[in-house]
């Protein structure tokens, strides 16, 4: 099903390297504002130290931003997630996630950047979208019984994960929940052995848009600029 939209090359290159270590540092911050600082009680900031150790984020920064987030220094941490809606160029349907501490310089900024699309109303495009949870996770056994284990979790759909994101020899899947389920089936995943990588919400594209190539470049073109914005945080977008 519709992945997440991802960005060709973006660990390629030092800048973009730089602005993902600050979105996942954020994550981590609002991920233990929300659950607290226990990784082992915390699905989704287990989530976020996963994937900021895997981007070689520093043991003390992801140290400090989970302290700050679970309001164990004196800063405040008053991230709040806002969301737009629209259209990419030809008319691809999009949804764009923000994780901003001043929703007021955020909202211009975002606005001038749909230019090149069209900005929508609240809930003008989510209807393309399936809103869910999506918890992502290796499992050591590469012959584990990822739907049983997904039967059990209360997990609705679950899919195989892509070769180039499962370690050489294990079983990787992708698990579909109800939003309200996305804790209670990363934690009993975890419990049954899954190395859980991600644990959140996302905007999942019921059906794609077919683009020719030079229309593809010019969507993409356009989501990149949108991702470069240091307050999105997410970007989904019903393309391949």
Request: glycine share 8%; with cysteine; net charge negative.
């Amino acid at each position: 099903m519709g992945a997440q939209w991802k960005q060709a090359g973006r660990e390629a290159n030092a800048q973009k390297k730089g602005q993902m270590v600050v979105k996942l540092v954020r994550e981590i911050m609002v991920a233990a504002k929300l659950g607290g600082a226990d990784p082992d009680t915390n699905a989704r900031l287990a989530a976020a130290v996963e994937k900021a150790r895997k981007a070689s984020v520093y043991r003390d920064t992801i140290e400090r931003a989970i302290k700050k987030g679970a309001g164990l220094t004196d800063e405040k941490v008053v991230f709040e997630t806002v969301v737009f809606e629209g259209f990419a160029p030809h008319k691809v349907p999009i949804v764009v996630e923000c994780l901003t501490d001043n929703r007021n310089r955020t909202a211009p900024e975002i606005r001038n950047l749909f230019k090149a699309g069209s900005l929508g109303q609240p809930g003008s495009v989510s209807f393309f979208f399936n809103h869910c949870g999506v918890v992502e996770a290796t499992h050591t056994d590469a012959n584990r019984d990822a739907e049983g284990d997904a039967i059990e979790a209360g997990a609705q759909e679950v899919e195989p994960l892509e070769a180039s994101e499962t370690p050489a020899g294990q079983k990787g899947a992708r698990f579909l929940t109800e939003l309200k389920d996305l804790d209670a089936v990363s934690k009993h995943l975890k419990a049954a052995g899954w190395n859980v990588t991600a644990s959140e919400m996302r905007y999942l594209a019921k059906s794609f848009v077919e683009l020719s190539a030079a229309a593809h470049k010019e969507v993409v073109d356009f989501l990149n600029a949108l991702d470069d914005h240091d307050d999105v945080h997410h970007v989904y977008a019903a393309m391949k």
